[in-house]
């Protein structure tokens, strides 16, 4: 039995939340829902609201932002995120009073957890993700990056579980007749989105490492569906020797449906 349990609230471009629970702590990962929707989710997995210990903030962006003024507010929660990205949430016109708590690159400690934040590459003022220890476990999220490189493996690398970015299918992003030039390029440059086959790429070279558990996340609903992301890395990991009906959990994280990983490794 896992010792840190994840659920997604729900992710992609309409709003994004983590749940990471212990025994004795609840953390989240972004507030992308109003408080009232974050409220309802979270009531869904069985938490209340007041049980949340603190927020992790990835970055800036609205589809992680939208709810943390009154969430934070109303349930006293602190908020932790790298000092770029609080001043930038700070100016964004946020006026309720908040526990703002700004981390830099270090690891640090927050109750029973060891949190490591790491930078990602994104079109926002700074973007982390976060890898969070407890008693020999391992969990890691990113989202929102432009691209994987050895320094963020790394950073992944040994984790139990592992939540990543599977944003878009290369074709059916270019074959979009309503995306306009530059926000495609955006979203295929260097501080945009992850492609299903980066994603599945990266989830080869974690496999190897020894994770077992992925969920993929910040699914667009435009340019990607479930079942081509999941097919992208199951069909990478069994190309390369992996039994994903035995020894991998892969799932794909919903915008409209809280996640509970129920079954890990
Ligand atoms: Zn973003
Ligand atoms: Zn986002």
Known sequence: MAKLKISVLGSGSKGNCTLIETENTKILIDCGFSARETTRRLQELGVAPNDINGIL????????TLGLENFASKFDVPVFANALTLNEYEHSGITKPLNLNAIMTQDFYFRELTIAPFEVSHDSIHCNGYSIYYQGEKFSLATDLGYIDDNILESLKGSNTVVLESNHD?????QNEHYPQVLKERILGKRGHLSNEACANAILSLAGSGTRNFIL?????EN???ALAKSNTTNLLQSNGADTQHDFN???????NTLKLDKSF
Do not use: Y
């Open 57 to 64: 903030l990835t970055h800036e962006h609205k589809d992680h």
């Open 170 to 174: 290369v074709s059916m992003l270019k």
């Open 217 to 221: 996340a910040h699914l667009s609903k």
């Open 224 to 226: 990607n569906t479930p």
């Open 250 to 256: 892969v799932c794909v994280a919903s915008q409209d």
